[in-house]
């Protein structure tokens, strides 16, 4: 008998899904653009400021994990709550909750990943760096370049850890987001 996902350790979650990198694929705008419009149905009833595609799949010609990433903004005024759950009533399980931030998955089965795979990231209207290093690394590909670089230098480093493959990321990405920041301030 398997088990289901929510049995397993986080060591046997990330043997059964590890970091692999994967060439840029037209495929990820068209995957974006559908979970957007399934999202926006399925939320109809809560007010979503913005939906946004975000990480690696979101920057032009770089190696990426097969995994759409998307960024859900509602207002400061709401609950995260009542959306996280309208969230999860249209198919998607939730891997964490923070203060002010919820992140759920859709594609993780107890044999893998399926075909689509998305992260799915609710927070409220401003937490939103990633638009800055998404639209800077687009506008700078040689900056894109170096961070498909390094990503493909710890990939295999980290096959089976993701925290810390996410974690040997973070200087580069802290440092570009806050030059993004100074170029589009007030874009978001």
């Not at 979970?35 to 990426?64: D, F, Y």
Request: hydrophobic share 35%.
């Amino acid at each position: 008998m398997e088990k289901e996902l929510s049995e397993m350790s986080l060591e046997e979650l990330w043997e059964l899904f590890p970091i692999f990198l994967v060439a840029h694929s037209d495929k990820w705008k068209l995957y974006y653009n559908e979970i957007e419009l399934l999202l926006k149905s399925g939320l109809s009833q809560c007010p979503i400021e913005r939906i946004s595609h975000i990480g690696s799949t979101s920057i032009a010609g770089i190696w990426a994990k097969d995994i759409v990433d998307v960024l859900i903004e509602v207002s400061r005024d709401l609950d995260l709550e009542n959306t996280a759950k309208a969230i999860e009533m249209n198919g998607f399980i939730r891997m964490s909750t923070e203060a002010n931030r919820i992140s759920f998955n859709r594609g993780y089965t107890k044999n893998g990943f399926a075909e689509k795979v998305f992260h799915v990231h609710l927070r409220y209207i401003g937490d939103n760096d990633e638009l800055y290093f998404r639209d800077y690394l687009n506008e700078y590909p040689q900056i894109a370049k170096e961070y498909e670089t390094m990503k493909l230098q710890l990939w295999k480093q980290f096959e089976h850890n993701r925290n810390a493959y996410t974690n040997a990321k973070t200087e580069f990405i802290k440092k570009w987001t806050s030059e993004a920041k100074k170029v589009y301030t007030g874009r978001y």
